[in-house]
């Protein structure tokens, strides 16, 4: 596991450094508790986490798209631009560097673009369309739900 971690974060400072011509300064490691994102930038840590089954289940190329998006946002944010789906740096830098769209659920394989999460019991939705968060509640504990905005995929 540990040895795993070291080859992703090897990976991860390559491809920023030859596709971003910036370092990666933070830790990158595989995270399986992830379900259903491929990965995810940390706001407040910088750190990258990637779902193991990314690679498993979509091969070396879908790995190594998902790090790119993770960077997108990373680079952005550590040099304080806009860094979220909607802004059009992040549009622009995603499709410089070849990197992959959307969120892609790991367990249907399909591309959605939103990422709701419930606030009492964690579940995570995908939906490719807005949610209206005041009809809709969680459908295991009826909590409210949220758009994951500080926790980007
Ligand atoms: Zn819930
Ligand atoms: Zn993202």
């Known amino acids: 596991m540990v040895n795993k971690d070291q080859a992703l ?11 971003f011509r ?6 990158a490691f595989y995270n399986p508790r992830l379900k259903t994102t491929g990965g995810r930038y940390h706001l407040r840590s910088g ?8 690679e498993e289940m979509h091969g070396r190329e879908e790995l190594v798209g998902v790090i790119k998006h993770e960077l997108c946002h990373y680079h952005l944010h550590q040099q304080g631009m806009p860094y979220q789906h909607r802004d059009q740096e992040f549009k622009l830098l995603l499709r410089q560097v070849g990197g992959s769209r959307y969120v892609k659920d790991m367990r249907t ?8 999460q419930c606030v009492e019991c964690q579940t995570e939705y995908f939906r490719q369309r807005k949610l209206n968060t005041k009809r809709y509640a969680c459908g295991k504990c009826r909590g409210k739900l949220v758009l994951v905005q500080d926790v980007l995929s």
Do not use: A, T
Not at 109 to 116: I, M, V
């Open 47 to 54: 750190d990258i986490d990637i779902n193991p089954l990314v």
């Open 9 to 19: 974060q090897d990976l991860v400072e390559s491809i920023s450094m030859r596709y």
């Open 22 to 27: 910036r370092k990666f300064k933070h830790k």
């Open 109 to 116: 394989n399909k591309e959605y673009r939103l990422l709701y």
